[in-house]
Every structure is written in structure tokens, then in C-alpha cells.
């Protein structure tokens, strides 16, 4: 995991780059289709028009791309990756999409991109970090936004389109948090039914089999020679084959052994080549082993492979700023802003790069963004610049405020200010 770490005189704060945000554990990395469909890069231009309200422009935009999907099966992955627009955190959108929904009451879009929108904020409330690390109100919370908002948007959805692949994709993922593998089965039945030929379904339903999530490698190794009976091309067999040395790969992470973890990479690019996600991945481990050259290689060219891909920019700006690369290194944490305004991790580690430079004015704006995002590092951040008062008015009052709302939000550095100063989280 990266580190950034900066002494400032209280507690030792970092940046924490976690391989995939929760609400992306199961998201199949975005890659270059093997068909003419180039890949969907049009969620900048779905973010804005739901902000303002034009519902029936993105009902357009959406249906043809469902259409498209229903025409040509190669381009599920473009529809999949239209709809993942949704996966924010911004709270203002809950209303809005509650308005379509209401607006639009036998709209397909609607429905999926509401349980969408909840599927991300229930992997948000559970946090980034594995089983053991993740406290019991954080998994209630997750169980709470997947079981009373997200599944009946899902499941209505399912009847108001005749090829829902998109909601069996998003229902895997649910399924795969609860352990639920019969029922997992049974939406992967549906999905083959509807589409024989769809790896989306299967590589997510693959995902849900990895030894962490209860699974083994056998019964993955299992599962992909089962799929030999559904008419697969050979390079969607490659990509489940690869999809192996993938959770191999991450095993690897897992074990720290991240020497190992690249070489299964490696091994998983081999089959699939086209796969932004593997790239990435492996970048990522090239983090961890302090290669900072490798790893802004892998981001280049999982970009090279899907440009709109936000994590790559924003984690190819953290390796640049490892390398000493600060004006680089901002311009891709500002990219990766624009593609995505909402994370909130991409604005706390520009605020620490302005932080490195003596910008603090700019550090504490980006702070404050990442912080009303939820961000607690960010939250931490902010108490200990209201507490030393640079780049605001000195504020101890602001501090302790700010360093109770990161405590509670799981921040060790804060509960450790709090404590150091005489006040309780």
C-alpha cells in the first residue's frame, strides 16, 4: 500500500492508497474491447446532465446504449461502464435520482442507476480494508444500505428491460459481500440465459470464488473449465484464465509477498493483454516495492488502454509525486478530479502534495473537499492545520471538532490528537 508519511509535529499522518476503493472490489477492471466498440468514455458527459436534471437526455444516452448491448453483445462492457457513473458518494445525488425515478417510473436506467448508486455507498460504509479489519457497525452499515435501498431498486429493475445483464452484474457483487453463493448461481443462471455468451456476469460470479471471499482456486480453476460449454470467444476464455493468476496475484498481496504478487501479474497479462485493470493492479505493486518508474509505467498504459480510467490518473499522480514529480504528479490528481469530483481521495492527496510545498491555503481547500466527502485522513488533516492554523486562523475548537467527526470515522491519528490534548474522542 502506498504511503505518503510527513511528520507534523502531533502524530504521523499518511496517505493511504488502497489497491481498489470498496465499492470497486468486484468491478471489472475497464479494458479495450476485443470488438469495434471503442470503450464507453462518456461519464463526464452523464455526470453533469443528472446534476442538472436532464433526465430525458440520459434516458436517451442509456437506452441506446442498452439497445446497442441487446444488438451486439460485445458492447455489454461499454454499457457496464456507462452505468458505473453512478458509483459516487455525492449525497446532494440521492434526491435527484429519487426525482428520476419518480419522473420516470417504468424506467430501466432509473431503477439500476439508483441500486447502483447505493451498492456504492454500502462498499463505502464498509470501508476499504479486509474482513478482520472492518468493525461490526461498518458491515451493519453496508447490510443496511444493500438490503433496504440497493436490492429493491436492483430487483426492480430486472423486470423493466428484457436483457438486465447490468443489474445480475451489480446483484453478484451484493451476493458475493453476504457469502450468498447459491444465490449467486442462481442470478449467474439468469444472466447465461439471457446472454449464453456474456463474461461479464461470469468473471464477476469468478471474482466472488477467490479464497478471501470464502472460495478457493480450485473451485475457481473449476468453474472457468465449466465455462468451456457456453459459446465463449477464445479471448474471453483467456480473460477468465487470466482472471485466475489475477486472484493469484492478489493472494500474493495478501501474503505480502509482492515480488510474487507481480510476477502473477504478469502472468495474467499474458493471457489478456487489454485489461486497463491488470496493468494497474500491477502498478500498484510496483508501489508497494517502491519501483516508482514501473509503477508510472503500468498507469500510462492502463490509461493508454481506457483513457477515462480516474484511478489510474489519480494513483500515476501519487508515484509521480514519489518521484519528486510534483507538477506531474498534480496535473494527473487534477485529471483525475475532473473525471470524478467526488474522490475524496484524489483531493486529499493533491492537499498533501500542496502540503509538501508550503501551499497550504490550497492544501486545506482540497482538505475540506475530501473531508464532506467523508475522507477521515482528510478530517485528521484538517484538525491539524486548524491546530498549528496554517493556511487558516488558528482554531482549537475547529481542531478537536474536526479530529472527533476523523475518530469516529476510524482514524487512529485523530483519536491520538484528541488524547494528547486532554480530550476525549
Not at 61 to 69: D, K, M, V
Not at 203 to 231: C, H, N, T
Not at 278 to 295: P, S
Not at 384 to 401: C, L, M, N, P
Request: hydrophobic share 40%; with cysteine; charged share 25%.
Amino acid at each position: 500500500m502506498t504511503r505518503l508519511q510527513k511528520d507534523f509535529g502531533i502524530s504521523t499522518v499518511r496517505v493511504l492508497l488502497p489497491a481498489l476503493l470498496a465499492s470497486m472490489l468486484f468491478a471489472i477492471p475497464l479494458a479495450a474491447a476485443g470488438s469495434a466498440m471503442p470503450v464507453w468514455s462518456g461519464a463526464p458527459v452523464l455526470a453533469p446532465l443528472i446534476r442538472q436534471k436532464r433526465f430525458a437526455d440520459v434516458e436517451k444516452i442509456l437506452e441506446r446504449l442498452q439497445h446497442a448491448y441487446e444488438t451486439d453483445p460485445n458492447r455489454a462492457e461499454s454499457l457496464r461502464e456507462a452505468f458505473e457513473s453512478f458509483a459516487t458518494s455525492d449525497s446532494s445525488l440521492e434526491l435527484v435520482l429519487d426525482e428520476w425515478v419518480e419522473k420516470y417510473p417504468r424506467s430501466y436506467a432509473a431503477y439500476l442507476a439508483r441500486g447502483i448508486y447505493y451498492t456504492h455507498l454500502g462498499w463505502k460504509a464498509r470501508g476499504d480494508g479486509y474482513i478482520n479489519e472492518t468493525a461490526p457497525a461498518q458491515i451493519e452499515n453496508m447490510g443496511r444500505l444493500f438490503h433496504k435501498k440497493a436490492l429493491p431498486d436492483l430487483r426492480k429493475s430486472l423486470t423493466l428491460t428484457k436483457k438486465p445483464l447490468i443489474t445480475y452484474y451489480y446483484l453478484i457483487t451484493i451476493g458475493s459481500a453476504f457469502g450468498w453463493e447459491f444465490q449467486n448461481r442462481q442470478w449467474l443462471a439468469a444472466a447465461n440465459m439471457i446472454d449464453p455468451a456474456n463474461v461479464l456476469a461470469k468473471r464477476v460470479f469468478l471474482l466472488s470464488l477467490r479464497p478471501q471471499w470464502g472460495g478457493s482456486m480450485e473451485e475457481m480453476i473449476a468453474f472457468v473449465k465449466d465455462s468451456d460449454r457456453y459459446p465463449l470467444s477464445r479471448q474471453d476464455k483467456n480473460q477468465l484464465e487470466s482472471d485466475i493468476w489475477r486472484a493469484r496475484a492478489r493472494q500474493s498481496k495478501l501474503d505480502n509477498n509482492y515480488h510474487m504478487a507481480a510476477l502473477n501479474y504478469s502472468r495474467a497479462i499474458g493471457l489478456y493483454d487489454r485489461s486497463a485493470g491488470l496493468f494497474f493492479n500491477r502498478g500498484n505493486v510496483y508501489d508497494h516495492l517502491g519501483e516508482y518508474h514501473k509503477a508510472v509505467d503500468d498507469y500510462t498504459r492502463a490509461l493508454s488502454l481506457s483513457p477515462p480510467y480516474m484511478l489510474a490518473y489519480s494513483y500515476r499522480g501519487v508515484a509521480l509525486r514519489n518521484l519528486g514529480q510534483y507538477d506531474k504528479a498534480l496535473a494527473d490528481l487534477t485529471r483525475a478530479l475532473e473525471l470524478n469530483p467526488d474522490d475524496d481521495m484524489s483531493w486529499a492527496n493533491r492537499g498533501f502534495i500542496y502540503d509538501a510545498e508550503k501551499q497550504c491555503v490550497q492544501a486545506v481547500s482540497d482538505y475540506q473537499r475530501a473531508a464532506k466527502l467523508g475522507d477521515a485522513w482528510a478530517q485528521d488533516m484538517l484538525g491539524i492545520h486548524y491546530w498549528k492554523g496554517e493556511g487558516v486562523t488558528k482554531d482549537s475548537e475547529q481542531a478537536f471538532r474536526w479530529w472527533r467527526i476523523a475518530a469516529h470515522n476510524g482514524s487512529a491519528d485523530a483519536t491520538h490528537n484528541l488524547e494528547v490534548n486532554g480530550q476525549k474522542p
